[in-house]
């Protein structure tokens, strides 16, 4: 079976291509900003697709775990990062009773930065992807656009160079949140 | 309440993003999600971008605040001086 990964650092480099930092006479289109922002925000979404199975499965090969990792939604992340922000605060609100009791049994929330840096990441560059690809009002700047950019580098980074306790609950629950799908 | 979010926009401050105009409006997200969109219009950067934890901080003050008001959670874009003119309000 022919077997072309999606790899997190190639989209980064597609994503700087289309929004460069230095682009020469003239600025890149609006919708090149916009495809920038969509490709960056895939960039950290199979960052973070790609340790999850990694995770959950350490033994099994590269065949089957990108097999496995489709099986991930947008939205099981996105749960997943909104509870950790809800838990520590950086988002309004609570996570649900149940899960707070998990993640903080004596009621003080412990989350490292980095692993926060992950969840918040996420959760912003998903809403800024949702607005290049469907809202035509919105807005992508180029100082904004590069900030998205580096936004996604930074989050990439610590996704493949995550190792706390922290991280692994974030990985781990965002595996408990994934179906098994029929292909 | 969105005037409310304004105007904490405008009293926040910052080494480096110092804001001058700030538009939020209540709108829906795909997924029928309410959100509050916060435009605002800041210093260009000294660099090719604002630092992202600064933004990060922004964006959560902003949060918090929305919270406080009553209001949905809180998406934010930034607007340079230099590209004012893209956005309607702003180029007026």
Redesign the interface.
């Known amino acids: 079976m022919a077997h072309y990964p999606i790899e997190a650092d190639k989209l980064l480099a597609a994503a700087s291509l289309l929004v460069p930092a230095s682009p020469g006479r003239g600025r890149p289109s609006y919708t090149a900003h916009r495809r920038g922002v969509s490709t960056a925000y895939y960039a950290v979404f199979h960052a973070i697709t790609e340790r999850v199975v990694r995770q959950a499965f350490p033994n099994a090969d590269s065949l089957f775990r990108d097999g496995v990792r489709r099986w991930i939604s947008h939205t099981d992340v996105k749960t997943v990062a909104t509870w950790l922000g809800k838990l520590v605060g950086t988002l309004p609100g609570g996570p649900p009773p149940h899960i707070a009791a998990l993640l903080a049994p004596t009621g003080v929330p412990s989350v490292d930065a980095d692993t926060l840096a992950i969840a918040d990441g996420f959760l912003e560059l998903h809403e800024k992807r949702e607005q290049a690809d469907y809202d035509h009002q919105a807005v992508f700047t180029r100082p904004d656009t590069l900030g998205l950019l580096e936004l996604a580098r930074q989050t990439v980074a610590a996704v493949e160079a995550a190792e706390s306790d922290e991280s692994g609950l974030l990985f781990g629950l965002i595996a408990m949140q994934a179906r098994v799908q029929p292909r | 309440m969105t005037h409310m979010l304004e105007q904490f926009a405008l009293t926040y401050r910052d080494d480096e993003i110092e804001v001058h105009r700030a538009i939020a409006a209540l709108d829906e997200?795909?997924d029928g999600e309410p959100?509050t969109r916060v435009?605002l219009l800041v210093t260009?950067?000294t660099a090719?971008?604002?630092d992202?934890g600064r933004?990060?901080d922004l964006?959560?003050a902003l949060?918090?605040r929305?919270?406080e008001l009553g209001l949905p959670?809180v998406?934010l874009?930034?607007?340079?001086e230099s590209?004012a003119q893209?956005?309607e309000a702003f180029a007026q």
């Open positions: 997200r795909r959100v435009t260009d950067p090719e971008t604002w992202v933004v990060r964006r959560h949060g918090h929305a919270a959670p998406s874009t930034l607007v340079p590209e893209v956005v």
